[in-house]
């Protein structure tokens, strides 16, 4: 069964197509800066492992709808498609960020579905909307595929209340569902499900704590196999330090920065998500070049790694006491599965309370799933690359199977 995988963004597509007999990707890509004056187009074909055709283009597309019409024919391309027909295509997944309390696992998308994906756009205001036009678009240009929706807040579903509730009053959740619902649940299920392979034990006899580490940051503490706590919160800006955004402040920051400062909401929203984090620490988001900075002594980066992995450190701590016991702490995305001095610099000091470090195994660049401590260390560190596209092309399957019998 072939099945598109769709990351609708607010001006850009990314797209994975795969052969779920063997979750083989045959092609892939993205189209970024729709609707800009040029829009950026790369798609890549694999005929065969180990072999990538490749095409670039800059274009312009006046909308998503073109995009994905261009996105559309290049599948079928007789130099650049893997398939022959649009029909070869049995399902598209959707990636929509936003499920809220009503969607704790994927489903097929029907009309109650998009009013209820629509219905929590306040939540999500930048993502939702652009989800909804994907799978609209998708609809129409594959009017026979199945259409699965696949929630990044699902997997924090199972959090139970004394998690998810803020100490608000509490009409704000009954009347607004102001609570925390977390975010990347896709990373976290997949690399959970890695762990308990690696392990050779079920998920739900595990407990462990996920790491997830790219431009956006987020930790969960998962028992026995569920989510019971995350770091994201209402939105993706609470929690860990990241790129630019702020993670945990103290909530009466922006107000007196409004009083003092005099700055707007927008002002504050820009600072927190946009100029913060790693960024307002050091002037940098990228880590390599933090790294960099830091290799040659600046004090800005040093300052800054400090406080991105002494949150982490918190988060550990804070999820160690959550679990009692765990199995396993898992890095991934971008700087956890790359980054030696992160891991190590997070993970310092935790000896006593069983989790130790090989600095060898550490320093290893294996693609794969690895462990990364020692072998007397009673909680397993690992290193498991994530794969979100490849979670959600396996929970479509799921949803279609489900349909078919
Ligand atoms: P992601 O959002 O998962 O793509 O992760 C992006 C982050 O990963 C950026 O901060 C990158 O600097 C960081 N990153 C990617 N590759 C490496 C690497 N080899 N070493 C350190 N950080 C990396």
New binding site residues.
Partial sequence: MKILVINTGSSSIKYELFDMTDEYVMASGNVERIAEAQSFLTHQYFPEPEKVVEKKESVFFKNHEAAFECIAELLKDKKVGPIKNAADITAVGHRVVHGGERFKAPVLINESVVTAIREHIPLAPLHNPANLKGIEIAGNILPNAYQIAVFDTAFHQSMPRKAFLYALPLELYKKYKVRRYGFHGTSHAFVAEQAAQYLGKPLKELNLITIHL???CSMAAIQQGRCVDTSMGMTPLEGLVM?TRSGDIDPAIPLYLADYLNLSLKDIDRLLNKESGLKGLCGE????EI?KKYESSDESAQLALEVYTYRIKKYIGAYLAVLGRCHGIVFT???GE??VLIREMALSGLEPLGIILDDKRNHSFVRDAREISLEESLIKVMVIPTNEELEIARATLEVVLQHQS
Wanted: aromatic share 0%; hydrophobic share 30%; net charge neutral.
């Fill in positions: 790219g431009n956006g790129g988001n990228d880590l390599r790294i995305a971008g700087i790359n980054s």
